[in-house]
Every structure is written in C-alpha cells, then in structure tokens.
C-alpha cells in the first residue's frame, strides 16, 4: 500500500477542530500533526475537513436472493463513496444466514466484493 500524507486540512480532534497534517501508512492514521515533513505521497487538502471515516451498523447487502436490490459491492462502493469506513450487514437474504455454512459462503461472497471493512451479522432462530 501507499503511504499519504494529507495536508493543510482542517482536522476534527476530541479537542476540537485544528490544523493538521494527517499521515497514512497501509491504510491506518499513524500521525496527526502540524507541518509533517512529505515523505509519503501527498494530498493537499488545503480549505478542506479530514473528518474520521463513518461506521454503518445496519445495512443489508440482501445477497444472496436479492442481488438485483442491494449486493455487497453496491453496497460498500456507496457506502464509500458517503465517507462509510465500516459496515455491519443485518441478515436479510434468501436463504437466511442462520448457519455456519451459509454465513461462510456469505462471507467469501463479501470478501471478493467488498470496498471497506464489514462484518456479518448471522440470523438466530428461537425454538421451544
């Protein structure tokens, strides 16, 4: 992965809003100062906000049964696309995702499909 650096932005903290750089390596915030040094690719976001990525815990990818609504790479492309980080999947598909098995081929299915972070939520079913 590449290395980034955004700088010049607006960051909001727990303290409050500041001006900052933010560095990214692999994917993860390593560093939130003022003037790092660029020795990352660099991102000028001079005028605009670095805001945290969103965290979405109900969704439904609706696949498998109903791709056509909702399918995990629509649903992660546009959850993205928001400034969505991460997302919790509500099981809402045909067949259920009520064992082991079927949240593993829902699982596989989602990782080849996937824009962001997700997780799985399985369906529990109640018997007497």
């Not at 409050?16 to 692999?26: E, F, H, L, R, Y």
């Not at 609706?62 to 400034?83: H, M, N, Q, V």
């Amino acid at each position: 992965m590449t290395d980034l650096l955004f700088k010049g932005g607006t960051v909001y903290t727990p303290q409050g809003p500041k001006q900052a750089d933010v560095q990214v390596s692999d994917g993860v915030i390593t560093r939130v100062e003022q003037r790092l040094a660029a020795q990352a690719q660099v991102v000028d976001v001079s005028g605009m906000y670095v805001l945290p990525g969103g965290v979405d815990v109900h969704v439904h990818s609706r696949d498998p049964g109903f791709p056509e609504k909702e399918d995990f790479a629509s649903l992660t492309s546009s959850s993205a696309a928001g400034g969505v980080t991460f997302v919790l999947d509500m099981p809402n598909t045909v067949p259920a995702g009520d064992t082991a098995g079927m949240l593993a081929s829902m699982a596989s299915t989602a990782h080849s499909n996937a824009r962001l972070d997700f997780r799985l939520s399985g369906l529990f079913r109640l018997t007497r």
